[in-house]
């Protein structure tokens, strides 16, 4: 960086083509932060992109690169390039889908050998995992996102965890049926007694 960019960090994102990944990588790059995307050599496309598969992943990577954003191939299970992925960095950013939020026990692992990370964001944006009360089969999910907090308090990384509930648009067409691909045809689980309160807020 130039001696001028000092309120700028180094961001590195991992799982930035997701459904979220995406626009974190833009903004970032947006903000003017030398921003680095690591990325899977067979990531799958963003979901609820209308098609395309592999194109549309070709043009989010080139949209990437255009806006001046470096793209890592590679796959978190590789420690010793995920270590130098994060030495040069000073922020990672992880947004891991939630089949993977147990994998960051390897960033952990590489952020703490690599010593040099000013500030550590796990994929952890959904309901806040230590104040949720939550059945299954989304508890599960909830506590291994629990174990990755201690963990990282443990090691005494710099963190900050973000949790903002959820995406209306998300779970919205699905009326938050377990495993539903859309509307449900026939009936609608509420868990509870249905009476649990909720706020909402428009964007």
């Not at 255009?66 to 590789?78: E, F, H």
Request: glycine letters at 12%.
């Amino acid at each position: 960086m130039e001696p001028g960019d000092r309120n700028k960090s180094r961001i590195l994102i991992i799982g930035g083509t997701g459904h979220l990944g995406k626009f974190i990588v833009a903004a970032s790059a947006r903000a003017g932060h030398p921003t680095s995307a690591l990325v899977r050599a067979t990531a799958p496309p963003p979901p609820a992109t209308g098609g395309g598969g592999s194109s549309s992943r070709a043009r989010l990577l080139q949209s990437f690169r255009d806006a001046g954003v470096t793209i890592l191939q590679g796959d978190i299970g590789d420690h010793d390039l995920l270590v130098k992925a994060v030495r040069a960095a000073d922020v990672v950013i992880s947004v891991v889908g939630y089949h993977d939020v147990g994998e960051q026990m390897k960033i952990i692992a590489a952020i703490k050998e690599a010593g040099n990370i000013k500030r550590f964001i796990p994929s952890d944006f959904g309901n806040d995992a230590d104040h949720a009360h939550i059945v299954e089969p989304a508890k599960a999910t909830f506590d291994v996102e629990a174990q990755i907090r201690r963990t990282v308090e443990a090691e005494g990384i710099p963190y900050t965890f973000v949790s903002f509930n959820f995406f209306a648009g998300y779970y919205l067409p699905t009326l938050v049926q377990p495993g539903a691909s859309g509307l449900p045809a026939d009936k609608v689980v509420i868990l509870g007694d249905g009476n649990t309160k909720g706020k909402k807020k428009t964007e």
